[in-house]
């Protein structure tokens, strides 16, 4: 049944997820040693030219906060920019207009009241650098440094973050780098060798912070897993590590069966799942989507729902960790973005207040 967690929005008393998290083999676990399987949303806006989540200027940050923990989910990735980090004058009234208490404030400061409100309904929170500069999205790029913000700003940007929220209880873990692409390794030379890369500023992280998750990206857009199998990667501390993998329609342009999409997964990155082995670690699906403004889009009837209902099936199967891209119900402000335009892939609708497609919540709501 669509909404079966209804039960939420009459609690006076939200339970809280028992925290830091860390891993036991494949598995995410909780402070109990626990499973704590990771099913949640990505929120994007953050790493766009306004610097804050979209929907804030359309609803208060503790109503989308609720629909979130009301839907059945229990965790949110939130993207950010390493400009949105360090820019230190205050966001634009009208991107928080929904919400007062945000005006004139800095970026960062709006971050701490939109984790703040997420762990207030029990949602723990992964912070992701998705990019360098605030933009949508960068064929150029695809490394975890730029001309303009080398590793060094890179790996301290992470090392401010992570003293900020060293004693948040809802920051659970850092995706280090969104998408590694365009000749990004996995070994190899310095230039373009993303494991060492990851490993530096894990390390520099846990000195912080031992408690957090380090959460790492394959390669090729984060399709690619192959390189853990000879390498992989180990920390200081132990049980941090977990690898994250992005899958959307379009890495799969010609159709194939779900023996043939399962093969694949098996051979680019689901064996890291297998128990017991040197490179066993839970892998979290960091982004996944499929259209929402038509029912086919969680139909066999088309390409993105057979996509869908494939893939979707294969992290059932596997019992894998996710958060599905995007809750937006309307665009953040970037290129190739219309602001306050319906998102096409988000579950809510542009009023951030029901489900765009009521059929892809519930399929989401199956596979928590």
């Not at 912080?208 to 897993?225: M, Q, R």
Request: proline share 5%.
């Amino acid at each position: 049944m669509i909404f079966f967690h209804l039960f939420l929005l009459f609690s006076n008393d939200i339970q809280k997820p028992q925290v830091p998290l860390h891993t036991e083999n494949r598995w995410i676990m909780d402070a109990e040693n626990k499973r704590f399987k990771l099913a949640g949303v990505n929120w994007y806006g953050f790493e766009e030219l306004d610097y804050v989540p979209a929907g804030l200027e359309i609803a208060h940050v503790d109503k989308i906060s609720e629909k979130v923990s009301f839907f059945g989910f229990n965790s949110v990735r939130l993207p950010f920019s390493i400009e949105m980090i360090l820019e230190e004058n205050a966001v634009s009234d009208n991107v928080v207009a929904a919400n007062p208490e945000m005006k004139g404030l800095s970026p960062i400061e709006v971050m701490d009241i939109v984790i703040d409100s997420l762990w207030s309904q029990g949602l723990v929170v992964i912070l992701d650098n998705h990019s360098s500069e605030a933009v949508w999205y960068s064929l150029e790029n695809g490394f975890w440094y730029t001309n303009e913000y080398p590793e060094k700003v890179w790996i301290e940007t992470w090392e401010r973050i992570a003293k900020r929220y060293k004693d948040h209880p809802a920051v659970v873990g850092f995706d280090l780098r969104n998408e590694l692409r365009n000749g990004a390794t996995w070994g190899g030379s310095k230039e373009t060798d993303w494991r060492g890369a990851a490993i530096r500023a894990g390390e520099a992280l846990l000195k912080i912070d031992p408690s957090k998750l380090i959460i790492v990206e394959g390669i090729n857009y984060a399709s690619d897993l192959r390189g853990v199998f000879e390498q992989p990667i180990v920390y200081s501390i132990p049980n941090r590590i977990v690898y994250s993998i992005h899958d959307y329609s379009w890495f799969h342009p010609d159709f194939q069966s779900y023996q043939e999409m399962k093969e694949g997964f098996d051979y680019f990155w689901g064996f890291v799942l297998d128990e017991n082995k040197s490179w066993t670690a839970p892998i979290w699906i960091g982004e996944f989507g499929t259209c929402s403004n038509d029912p086919n889009c969680v139909k066999d009837s088309s390409v993105s729902g057979s996509w869908f209902l494939n893939f979707t099936r294969y992290l059932y199967e596997k019992d894998i960790d996710w958060a599905y891209w995007p809750l937006n119900g309307t665009m953040a402000n970037g290129e190739t973005r219309t602001y306050g335009a319906l998102d096409w892939y988000g579950i809510l609708d542009q009023d951030w207040d029901k489900p765009s497609l009521p059929a892809l919540l519930e399929k989401l709501q199956e596979i928590q």
